[in-house]
């Protein structure tokens, strides 16, 4: 459905919009193909990887979606809008609370008004877990976030066809700021710091992620929130996976932290309904149709780390890591100096 299509990907010059772009250049030809993000550096970065010259669809725009007439002018002719631009760094949203409100919360408003000004047939918005029974600024403003995608839904009028949904998932392997090369970079200490031996967490590729959120493009109607069925895992297994040489020492929660994470809570299992790949949360149960074999979730249902029946194992977790370790060394090896003077 992407081929002839114009795709815009907010915040993409990030790991997210990287492996989004590398996947629609390999499987789809689509008319135009924008990474519209606020750092030029990325964006030069990225060009020499992925440059006009060699893929004549592809557009790099440089602008912050807190600037809505800006936004108004990258959306012109777009079909399908893809929102991954955040702030999102836990601790950093605790200390600059005003500038996480200013992307998160007033951006996705920005990105609303212009995606409806452009009547784009599609916007996908890209959630987290951190935004279910939110303990911290950041998950607070991903919630008010979700909540604006969903409402407009509502306020768009009979007059426009464009269709907001979210896709919600927990941890991507890989990814900046993932813990795994956090753990990497400690192991040459021989200790890894654990805040709790009791943690889990939801655990995602970049691709599986990718691969589902191009699904809910053709899968969205209005206003649901996709959450894809991913395996979780202890923090302790994943220590051992990367260093089992190494010995951990208990550092504590830190501030906004959870112990689990919590992609559904009991609130929104009322209003779910499960399918074999997802689960999908309508805005309220009076919208639940399983005539496309869905199966409403039971009352008191809820999606969480500890009580997920997929659980990966230390010796996954190990053969997960090493392949993400020789795709970025695959990836590294290709920006070489003479791309770059090409």
């Known amino acids: 459905m992407l081929d002839d299509k114009t795709i815009l990907i907010t915040g993409g010059t990030g790991s997210f919009g990287k492996k989004m772009v590398q996947i629609i250049l390999e499987k789809y030809e689509p008319h135009k193909l924008i990474i519209f993000s606020r750092d030029e550096l990325k964006q030069f970065e990225m060009s020499q990887k992925w440059n006009e010259k060699k893929y004549p669809c592809i557009r790099y725009f440089l602008g912050d979606v807190r600037d809505k007439e800006r936004l108004i002018r990258a959306f012109h ?38 995606a409806l000004h452009n009547n784009v047939k599609k916007v996908i918005a890209l959630s987290t877990d951190k935004a279910c029974n939110p303990i911290n600024l950041y998950g607070a403003t991903k919630l008010c976030s979700d909540k604006l995608f969903v409402a407009a839904n509502a306020y768009r009028g009979l007059d426009l066809d464009t269709i907001f949904s979210i896709v919600r998932y927990g941890n991507v392997v890989g990814s900046r700021g993932s813990v795994v090369p956090f753990f990497k970079e400690r192991a040459k200490s021989g200790t890894l710091p654990i805040t709790d031996p009791r943690m889990t967490r939801f655990w995602i590729t970049l691709d599986q992620g990718v691969h589902f959120v191009i699904k809910v493009l053709e899968l969205a109607k209005d206003g649901e ?14 220590a051992k996976a990367i260093a089992p040489e190494c010995s951990h020492k208990i550092v504590g929660i830190r501030p906004g932290e959870k112990i689990h994470e919590t992609l559904i809570g009991e ?40 009580n997920n029946s997929q659980k990966i194992s230390i010796e996954d977790l190990r053969q997960i890591i090493e392949q993400i370790s020789d795709d970025y060394s695959i990836e590294k090896s290709r920006w070489s100096m003479d791309d770059i003077l090409q």
């Open 225 to 238: 929130i996709f959450v894809p069925k991913i395996p979780s895992m202890k923090i302790t297994d994943l």
């Open 267 to 306: 609130d929104e299992g009322r209003n779910t309904i499960e399918y074999n790949e997802c689960f999908v949360i309508k805005r309220s149960i009076s919208e639940i149709d399983t005539k496309n074999g869905g199966i409403p979730c039971p009352e008191g249902f809820e999606y969480t780390s500890d």
């Open 77 to 114: 002719g777009v079909d399908y809008v893809i929102h991954a631009a955040a702030l999102k760094q836990v601790p950093a949203a605790e200390y600059n609370p005003a500038e996480f409100i200013k992307t998160n919360i007033l951006g996705a408003m920005n990105v609303i008004d212009a």
